[in-house]
C-alpha cells in the first residue's frame, strides 16, 4: 500500500542553522503530500502542502517541493529558532482518501 | 470556538470503566476522523466518518464504539479497555473524506491512562 518514510529523529540543531528533515513516498497514484507539526502536549497542526508535482507548499519560513521523480517531499527551514522544537510528521492523502503519516522526527533547537 | 475541540484533555480509567471521549468541531467540515497516538508508533487511524456516516473501521477492537450523531459532533465510547490501550486520542475534521487535496485540522487530543 501507500505509504510515507521520513528521516529518524531525533535532530538537535543550534539556533539559526538550516533545517532539512526527508521524506520519501511510495504511492500507486498521485497523492497529495504534507507536512504537520506536534507541539508538545498538542495535536497535529498542518504547516504545509502540494497536490501535484513540482508544487512549493511554504509556511512559516518552512518549505517543501514534490519531487515526483525522486518520490520526495523534504522539509526545509533556512534557519531554525527555539520554537520550532517540536515533532514533524510527513503524510500522503493517497487514492482511497485515506491520510497516512510517517514516524514522525523530533526536532530539538537549541539557543 | 473555532477549531477542533476535544474534551476531556485526560483521562484515567479502570480496566471495568465505562467512558466516552468527545470531539466537536465549527468549521463546516463533513468528514470526521479518530486516530490513536502511541509512543514509538505511527499514528492509527482508527475511525472515520463523512457525512455522518462510518467508512472505515480499521479492524478496530469492539471495546472502542465511535458514534457521530452529526456533522459537527464525534464520540468514542470506551469500555472494558486494557492497558495497552493508554495512549493520546486524537480527533481530526477535513472539508470532506473525497478531498483528496485539503489536510486535517486535529484537535488537541485526549491522553488517556487505562489502569
Known amino acids: 500500500g501507500d505509504s510515507v518514510t521520513q528521516m529518524e529523529g531525533p535532530v538537535t540543531l543550534s539556533e539559526e542553522a538550516f533545517l532539512t528533515i526527508n521524506c520519501t513516498y511510495t504511492?500507486?497514484?498521485?497523492?497529495?503530500l504534507f507536512w504537520y507539526v506536534q507541539y508538545p502536549g498538542e495535536g497535529l497542526q498542518l504547516l504545509l502542502k502540494?497536490?501535484?508535482?513540482?508544487d512549493k507548499g511554504s509556511n512559516k519560513g518552512f518549505e517543501a517541493t514534490y519531487r515526483k521523480e525522486t518520490t520526495s517531499f523534504h522539509l526545509e527551514k533556512g534557519s531554525v529558532q527555539v520554537s520550532d522544537s517540536a515533532v514533524y510528521f510527513c503524510?500522503?492523502?493517497?487514492?482511497?482518501?485515506?491520510?497516512?503519516f510517517g514516524a514522525g522526527t523530533r526536532l530539538t533547537v537549541k539557543p | 470556538e473555532t477549531g477542533v475541540t476535544q474534551t476531556p484533555r485526560h483521562l484515567v480509567m479502570g480496566m471495568t470503566n465505562k467512558k466516552s471521549l468527545k470531539c466537536e468541531q465549527h468549521?463546516?467540515?463533513?468528514?470526521m476522523y479518530w486516530y490513536k497516538q502511541s509512543a514509538k508508533k505511527p499514528l492509527e487511524l482508527m475511525f472515520v466518518?463523512?457525512?455522518?456516516?462510518?467508512?472505515e473501521n480499521n479492524s478496530v477492537p469492539s471495546r472502542f464504539s465511535p458514534e457521530c450523531p452529526n456533522s459537527s459532533h464525534l464520540f468514542l465510547h470506551l469500555h472494558t479497555l486494557q492497558p495497552e490501550d493508554s495512549a493520546l486520542y486524537l480527533c481530526?475534521?477535513?472539508?470532506?473524506?473525497?478531498?483528496?487535496?485539503?489536510?486535517?485540522?486535529f484537535g488537541s487530543g485526549t491522553r488517556l491512562t487505562v489502569v
Open positions: 481530526a475534521s477535513s472539508q470532506d473524506w473525497g478531498a483528496r487535496g485539503y489536510g486535517y485540522t
Open positions: 504511492a500507486t497514484g498521485y497523492p497529495s
Open positions: 502540494a497536490t501535484k508535482a513540482d
Open positions: 503524510a500522503l492523502r493517497d487514492n482511497n482518501n485515506d491520510m497516512r
Open positions: 468549521l463546516g467540515h463533513n468528514a
Open positions: 466518518y463523512n457525512f455522518k456516516e462510518q467508512t
